[in-house]
């Protein structure tokens, strides 16, 4: 398995902007699916993003599709969420997963997650 950590949550006005990071170690980085996924108080986790290891596609909700960014550096471990033009409705706990198999837009096809890193908006 990889573990994961992510950082760069806070709090932040709305249409402000956050990056967070997602910091892998364990197993070969570079031949997982990296997947950010999101929870608010009282819903279920929600797919946010995702960015395949074989030929680097991404794919975004539909909820913030134009608004953020999804990268990875396999030199670093790391992976990225940029998040620009920020809405209340954006306010969650974010994580990040690694796949090999199944649904990216799952959330039980994700075999590793990190602990989570509050993000939080305001109007």
């Known amino acids: 398995q990889v573990q994961l950590v992510e950082s760069g949550g806070g709090l932040v006005q709305a249409g402000g902007s956050l990056r967070l990071s997602c910091a892998a170690s364990?197993?070969?980085?570079?031949?997982?699916?990296m997947g950010w996924f999101r929870q608010a108080p009282g819903k279920g986790r929600e797919f946010v993003a995702a960015l395949t290891w074989n030929d680097g596609s991404t794919y975004y909700a539909d909820s913030v599709k134009g608004r953020f960014t999804m990268s990875r550096d396999n030199a670093k471990n790391t992976a990225y969420l940029q998040m620009n033009s920020l809405k209340p409705e954006d306010t969650a706990n974010y994580y990040c997963?690694?796949?090999?198999?199944?649904?990216?837009?799952?959330?039980?096809?994700?075999?590793?997650w990190g602990q989570g890193t509050q993000v939080t908006v305001s109007s």
């Open positions: 364990g197993r070969t980085f570079s031949r997982y699916t």
């Open positions: 997963a690694t796949t090999t198999l199944g649904s990216i837009f799952v959330w039980s096809s994700y075999d590793s």
